[in-house]
């Protein structure tokens, strides 16, 4: 499982014109998921992201969680960051979860974030998004399961 985490400003998800999501300040974070995956590995990913203190504190030191500064969150499913890239120029996306298990999944970790975040908001799985954001540094973080 893959987190690209975005502390933001704002951000938001437009389909086909219309705007479904937004958020004030918090993090905006891509989800990829891959066929190894389970409930286990979201749980250890959400305990990190939950705890990640990348919000600056009275010092200038990023030292706060998204708790801390009553943060929001934007989650968005993206099967692309599984792409391999190894071989020729059109990236493959065999790595990636299947949709049917990445649709649990994402929901599960939706659903589990709604239980410690109060404002959790959504892009929609498998749909053509335009994503906005107004990324705060910029700051990004990569988180892999593979290196926890």
């Avoid at 479904?20 to 250890?44: H, N």
């Avoid at 990445?102 to 929609?124: H, R």
């Avoid at 749909?127 to 990569?142: H, Q, R, S």
């Amino acid at each position: 499982m893959r987190f690209v985490i975005q502390r933001v400003n704002h951000a938001s998800v437009t389909v086909e014109k219309n705007k479904i999501a937004q958020i004030s300040r918090g993090f905006l974070v891509l989800i990829g998921i891959s066929q190894e995956d389970t409930k286990e590995t979201a749980d250890k990913m959400i305990k990190k992201l939950l705890k990640m203190r990348i919000f600056e504190d009275e010092n200038g030191k990023t030292n706060l969680s998204l708790h801390d500064v009553q943060g929001e969150l934007l989650l968005v499913s993206q099967f692309t960051l599984y792409a391999d890239c190894k071989k020729g120029n059109r990236p493959s996306f065999i790595n990636a979860g299947n949709p049917q298990l990445a649709n649990d999944l994402y929901e599960y970790i939706i659903a589990e974030c709604k239980k410690e975040i109060p404002v959790v908001e959504t892009g929609s799985f498998g749909a053509y998004m335009k994503v906005d954001l107004e990324n705060d540094g910029p700051f990004t973080i990569v988180l892999d399961s593979a290196q926890l």
